[in-house]
């Protein structure tokens, strides 16, 4: 099974920068898309950002120019790399990986999360 570890949150200013990183084990890169989500306080669980099989990725309004996800595929790691940020991009943030094969819908594999905090 695909093993998900998030790390690099943690707080920042409004304006500032956070890296994020989560290590994949059990996987293997052009079989999966990968996504980050972002759960606000008191509110629901969003997806932000994803790369499909092929490394494209895109991004919700929300964040487009001031994120970019990318993945090392040697060292099995995606990243989140956050700027400018916002206080509402405020959040625990979780990568998550779909089987290509399941048209990058079915998020069955789940990190635990790290926390942001932007003030």
């Known amino acids: 099974d695909v093993q998900l570890v998030e790390s690099g949150g943690g707080s920042a200013q409004a304006g500032g920068s956070l890296r994020l990183s989560c290590v994949a084990s059990?996987?293997?890169?052009?079989?999966?898309?990968m996504a980050w989500f972002r759960q606000a306080p008191s509110r629901e669980l969003d997806g932000i950002a994803a790369i499909d099989g092929s490394g494209r990725a895109t991004y919700v309004p929300a964040i487009e120019g001031r994120f970019i996800a990318s993945q090392d595929n040697a060292r099995n790691i995606l990243w989140l790399h956050m700027s400018h940020l916002k206080p509402e991009d405020t959040g625990v943030y979780t990568c998550a990986a779909a089987p290509v094969s399941s048209g990058c819908q079915s998020y069955n594999y789940w990190g635990h999360g790290t926390q942001v905090t932007v003030s």
């Open positions: 059990g996987y293997t890169h052009n079989r999966y898309c």
